[in-house]
């Protein structure tokens, strides 16, 4: 079976006054049905991938290096009709914001059926009622009656379920979904991953959940890439990265967490700032911030580690496990 | 893992509103019947168009037919219950037949604007990037001028005449309309569903016939209907002046002019014009503000 998604050597670039590296030589594959989370601060990157995969950017002003194939189909050589009946039908995404994602002047049901009639073909009334059964797979609470709401009338957990419904009525082999929980309160983040976990079960889909959250990482994805500076420092099962990340970056990260903390203590932290990415890195993005960065780091990039099948980890000092702290 | 199992779903403890399904429009006129200013004023505006469509049913003299004893008779005369004008024709007869011109004057202008600025606005905001500068710098040529200035050169240029003050005045109208519709769409383009309808599918045509038009229209139209009262001005203006609707057809602005020489001799016969042009565009100033809070249901 070919897999779900490989992307190979990635890199972007946005042209205009000044000119952003935005993805720099990211590998990544998945196996159908994987969940795999991507991880990061704002700015590194995460969201740009996304909208490579479905070919949202900007094409004026970018500038696509590498290759990305979908279930063995090359996506960034997709045009007209073909991406039409890609976006949504293999691919579909679900945005970080459901208040805005949403069209405020369409039923909530109408939107779902116009992307049904979009790609199956079928009639309004056939496609109304793939509406009204996505939204009772979402767990939407006497749904024919939703079915005939304005976004502006539900709560925001209703409305990302209903973009969740809207994002899988077509049944797509891959789901994105950029932050889906960030903009919800803690309760509705919870019911909102069981539901993406349930439903990834129920479709047999495979998930890329976009999140900066290392807790909502843990809890919904199999595997977890770590991005940093527009480059995947380090790559493997969710267990293997919580136990033993191995990249300085992926360890400050697990570090920098809220629980036992002392009262009156300060935060662990990750000291310093992203980098700008105007310029190409020549070197490892993380050295200015590494407590165990040497000259070697800042001379050139850093090598690409794989302790074991499917796991890397981009660091110089990556094969002997460090002591941590 | 440790989190909880499905829980019963929190969200079915919420009360749904009850008698759900109604439409957008549904919604906006049940706003504009509880709005008793704005429901006087589409009542007035809506007698004023009946009337003059009605005119000649309703039983009123000639309003062409003049009389050289009867000139200047003062309101309340026998037969005349709003007087008469400088040559004598009915003033109730002649303000009720005005009524038809103005108001069309007064209107087509800013519906063929609506549509014309509509478009270009939307290309504009929603292409971007060329397209955008040069649909936006020719419009903002047309700010250089007062927009009264601006229709009298045009006219002036055309020459008089009921068809060309209505070109001369669509395309005054065409430039604020086309800026305000730029606006909005150069928004609505950056918002997320737009990306979404995108993402799940949706071609550069659907985009803008379904979700970007179906955002911008009602801003565009509520400013719209705020400007009719400045265009009904603008179109009495330009009869006034005399490069608008010829003598002798009936038109609030011409009548102004004509019966401005008897302001001495009967002030109240004179000042029913253009009581009748303040009424009328104040009527469609208040339906305008009510229509916008109406349409208004993001707040």
């Known amino acids: ?14 042209k205009g006054k000044r000119t952003v590296h935005a993805i720099n030589d990211v590998s990544l594959s998945m196996k159908q049905g994987e969940t795999l989370a991507l991880l990061g601060e704002s700015g590194s990157g995460k969201s740009v991938t996304l909208k490579a995969l479905l070919g949202l950017l900007p094409p004026k002003r970018t500038e696509i290096k590498g290759a990305v194939h979908v279930n063995g189909t090359d996506v960034l050589s997709l045009s007209g009709k073909a991406l039409q009946r890609y976006r949504g039908g293999e691919v579909s995404m679900v945005f970080q914001e459901p208040a805005l994602a949403l069209d405020p002047v369409y039923t909530v049901g109408h939107q779902i ?7 199956k073909g079928l009639s309004k009334a056939d496609a109304m009622s793939i509406a009204l059964d996505m939204l009772d797979r979402v767990r939407i609470p006497s749904a024919n009656r939703r079915l005939h709401n304005y976004p502006h009338e539900l709560s925001g957990g209703m409305r990302q379920r209903v973009m969740i419904a809207l994002a899988l009525a077509c049944r797509p082999r891959l789901l994105l979904a950029d932050e889906p929980t960030t903009a919800l309160d803690a309760t509705v983040q919870v019911q909102i991953l069981l539901l993406l976990r349930e439903l990834q079960k129920e479709f047999g889909m495979g998930v890329i959940f976009v999140t900066h959250d290392i807790g909502v990482a843990v809890e919904i994805s199999e595997r977890v890439a770590v991005m940093y500076a527009g480059q995947i420092v380090e790559e493997g099962t969710t267990r293997e990265i919580i136990r033993d990340g191995r990249h300085p970056y992926t360890q400050g990260l697990l570090a920098a967490n809220l629980h036992d903390v002392a009262r009156g203590e300060r935060l662990t932290a990750i000291p310093g700032a992203p980098p700008a990415l105007e310029t190409r890195p020549e070197a490892c993005s993380f050295a200015p911030r590494c407590p165990y960065a040497v000259a070697a780091c800042r001379a050139d990039l850093p090598p690409v580690i794989c302790p074991s099948e499917r796991r890397r980890v981009a660091c110089l000092r990556a094969e002997a496990p460090m002591a941590a702290e | 893992m440790a989190l909880m199992e499905t829980t019963p779903d929190t969200l079915s403890a919420e009360p749904v509103p009850a008698a759900k399904p109604q439409g957008y429009w549904a919604g906006v006129a049940a706003r504009l019947v509880r709005d008793p200013l704005t429901m006087l004023c589409a009542g007035m505006i809506l007698a004023l168009i009946l009337a003059a469509i009605f005119a000649p049913w309703l039983g009123l003299a000639d309003p062409y037919k003049g009389s050289m004893i009867a000139r200047l008779k003062p309101l309340g005369t026998e037969g005349h219950p709003l007087g008469t004008d400088e040559q004598g024709r009915d003033m109730l007869a002649r303000l009720i037949y005005g009524g038809r011109l103005t108001l069309f004057i007064g209107l087509m202008p800013v519906v063929t604007a609506f549509f014309l600025g509509s478009a270009l606005g939307i290309v504009a905001g929603y292409v971007g990037g060329l397209t955008n500068t040069v649909i936006m710098r020719t419009v903002d040529v047309f700010f250089a001028f007062p927009s009264v200035l601006l229709a009298i050169a045009i006219s002036g240029a055309l020459g008089a005449g009921i068809v060309n003050s209505l070109v001369s005045l669509t395309i005054v109208f065409i430039p604020p309309i086309t800026r305000v519709a730029e606006a909005v769409t150069s928004g609505v383009r950056a918002l997320d569903y737009i990306d979404a309808a995108r993402a799940t599918g949706a071609s550069a045509w659907t985009v803008i016939r379904v979700h970007v038009i179906g955002n911008v229209l009602s801003p565009i139209f509520v400013y719209a209907t705020s400007l009719t009262s400045v265009c009904m001005i603008l179109a009495a203006g ?20 004509t019966l401005r020489s008897a302001i001495y001799v009967n002030p109240w016969l004179s000042a029913l014009p253009g009581v009748m042009i303040f009424v009328t565009s104040l009527c469609l100033n208040l339906l305008s503000d009510g229509l916008r809070s109406a349409m208004n249901v993001r707040d």
């Open chain 1, 1 to 14: 079976m070919t897999d779900l998604l490989d992307i190979r050597n990635l890199s972007i670039r946005f």
């Open chain 2, 238 to 257: 330009l009869s006034f002046l005399g490069i608008g609707v010829r003598p002798p057809e009936p038109e609030w602005g011409l009548m102004l002019n």
């Open chain 1, 113 to 119: 059926a116009e992307a049904v009639m979009r790609h």
